[in-house]
């Protein structure tokens, strides 16, 4: 039968690797949110007509609200989780 800390210690390198990932997705994601969204506002101002220019516009700041938020989330999330923990500002919590 093997421990809850010998589990914990064995499993540690796939946790590693589980948030380099995310964090890699963290700043991934948002960006290539904002490129779609500079690729669509290209081609209705330049290939489009005003009322498509508006509407690609809004969309645009929709996709940076969500990626300023997809951005955001994890830090927000670790932080609630230092405020309710015992944990101290060095400790590493990733969530």
Not at 19 to 28: D, G, K, P, T, Y
């Amino acid at each position: 039968m093997i421990l809850s800390w010998e589990m914990c210690q064995q499993t540690v390198k796939g946790w590693r690797v589980v948030v380099f990932f995310m964090l890699i997705a963290r700043i991934v994601v948002p960006t290539i949110i904002i490129m779609t969204g500079l690729v669509s506002v290209y081609n209705a101002v330049f290939k489009g007509t005003a009322d498509e220019t508006v509407k690609s516009w809004k969309q645009i700041a929709i996709k940076i609200a969500a990626a300023v938020i997809i951005f955001y989330v994890p830090y927000l999330m670790s932080s609630a989780v230092k405020l309710f923990t015992n944990a101290k500002e060095d400790d590493d919590v990733y969530i």
